[in-house]
């Protein structure tokens, strides 16, 4: 007697039954379909005392006579048949076990830092989570929804519900649910200890290291980048962490990297966007370095006359040794495929993680003069109506190296908070602007006007936009507070300027106070 051929009836049936198996199986024609781990009950029409089932390779397939037919379980991915035998026939069925292209487990953890963490952050620490702490299928893709991604205060932990679908060739697809646990460590605030100006060489020609400068432990650095590919075939500009010790290191991380591009102002505006947004709340992501490991910061393929642009806070939160922070450049060629998934991502550790040194990621290089202690600068500005402007310089007064022998001409990277106090002595209500005015070439500028958020387009030289209004009325004093950072890949230094509304000589000025 044929297997689950009786009648059409039969075959209907049985079509059923294998449709409702936890495997997929689609039916006896199609044979059986299971991921590894999976088990299916198949069923068999008929008399079942004398029945018999055996796997062509039980290593693979696993089958147990059942009451009405037999169990069958993938083991391990492969192919084979299953040989039924019932009245004294024989019938195969084809199998075929294949892995899933996951595993998803019911938890994982992730760990940011902020007051608070901003959703931006928490997200990025669970995507890193997901794609370090979860097994994948090679060239598996990562398709991750939200509900909702909360900011998470100092102290406070998180559950936070995500849903995974990934893919990857030769594999089930894998679908579930996933709960990440995301604890903000509270780490205390702290300003940067030095910037890390990594622009010398700008223009980049060749195979060589670009900047080196090591971290010491409970220490912090802003590190810029920006680089110009000036030669004739595509090259990698990749800077890392590097923990060559034999000792576990902790890292907190703010990153803004820029995708290539050719608009140098572009790249900057991109770069600073990203990293002021998070800087501000002193949120980001902790990264814990194994022994021995790398990890990317950025690693980009620009095109020839591409540029990559960048800023990271990058804070050495708990280890015994000093880490080295290297950006080296290298043709193309010579990328290791392992670092591969690197080069689309902005924040390529969470694509690839700590990643063990090897002989191609500790070739020589120098440290760097370019560190320059305190990145910050204090301003003030008084203005009342009825006399003059009130005239702000950005990135005119240069802050020394720590070598004392050279200084950074436009102040690119340094934050600026300034203080300014308005006043209007007169009888009558007046309105005050504020407007940005780059006064060396083409800029872009991004500010925090008592905490709201402002970024401006591409301005040209001597070009205005004004970037907020007040109205004063007689005799009323107001304070405002701006924070504020010279951006790479713009002309510095540029101009505040505080007037009477409509003051002004441009009458083509960018009026970004339109958007309130």
């Known amino acids: 007697m044929g297997v689950g051929v009786i009648s059409r009836r039969g075959v209907l049936g049985f079509v059923a039954c294998l449709c409702l198996a936890a495997s997929c199986l689609a039916g006896v024609s199609k044979g059986i379909r299971l991921g590894v781990g999976d088990t299916s009950n198949v069923w068999l029409p008929g008399d079942q005392s004398n029945v018999k089932v055996a796997s062509s390779d039980p290593l693979i397939l696993e089958v147990t006579k059942a009451k009405s037919g037999f169990t069958a379980k993938g083991l391990r991915p492969g192919q084979g048949f299953v040989t039924v035998t019932q009245k004294g026939k024989d019938r195969r069925i084809d199998f075929a076990v294949k892995p899933y292209a996951a595993k998803i487990p019911g938890q994982i953890t992730a760990e940011v830092s902020g007051e608070p963490a901003i959703p931006g952050t928490v997200q990025g620490a669970i995507e890193g989570s997901v794609k370090q702490q979860l097994t994948f299928a090679p060239l598996a893709k990562v398709a991750i929804k939200y509900e909702h991604v909360p900011s ?117 505006l991109r770069a600073g966007d990203l990293f002021l947004r998070a800087w501000v709340n002193d949120s980001g992501e902790v990264v814990n370095l194994p022994p021995r490991t790398c990890l990317p910061i950025s690693c980009r393929r620009l095109k020839p006359k591409e540029v990559i642009s960048g800023l990271c806070a990058i804070r050495y939160v708990d280890g015994e040794k000093k880490l080295l922070v290297r950006a080296d450049a290298f043709p193309v060629e010579d990328l290791e495929p392992r670092w591969a ?172 106070t339109k958007r309130d």
């Open 152 to 268: 998470i205060s100092p102290g406070k932990i998180v559950d936070v519900p995500i849903k995974l679908t990934v893919t990857a060739p030769g594999t089930l697809t894998k679908t579930g649910t996933l709960t990440v646990r995301v604890s903000n460590i509270g780490l205390k605030q702290k300003d940067e200890d030095a910037l890390w100006y990594c622009n010398d060489p700008e223009r980049v020609t060749k195979k060589e290291n670009l900047f080196a400068a090591e971290l010491k432990p409970k220490k912090s650095a802003r590190m810029l980048y920006h680089h110009i590919n000036d030669s004739s075939r595509d090259m990698v500009i990749r800077t890392m962490v590097v923990n060559d010790s034999d000792f576990p290191a902790t890292i907190c991380l703010t990153p803004g990297d820029s995708s290539p591009t050719t608009d140098p102002v572009a790249a900057g």
């Open 341 to 512: 998934p690197t080069l689309a991502s902005s924040t390529p550790w969470r694509e690839v993680g700590p990643m063990t040194v090897r002989s191609w990621d500790n070739t020589p290089y120098n440290i760097s003069e370019h560190v320059y202690p305190e990145p910050f600068k204090a301003k003030s500005a008084e203005f009342s109506v009825g006399g003059r402007f009130a005239v702000i310089r950005l990135g005119q007064e240069s802050i020394e190296r720590s070598d004392n022998a050279g200084v950074l001409d436009g102040n690119f990277g340094v934050i600026y908070t300034i203080d300014a106090t308005l006043s209007n002595p007169q009888e009558e209500s007046t309105n005050i602007e504020l407007v940005f005015e780059p006064s060396a070439g083409y800029s872009g500028g991004i500010f925090f006007i008592d905490d709201k958020y402002v970024i401006t387009p591409k301005i040209a030289t001597k070009g205005e936009a004004r970037i907020a209004r007040y109205r004063l009325y007689p005799g009323e004093t107001r304070k405002i507070k701006i924070l504020t950072m010279p951006l790479s890949g713009s002309s510095y230094p540029a101009t505040l300027f505080v007037r009477i509304f409509g003051a002004g000589s441009a009458s083509d000025i960018i009026d970004l």
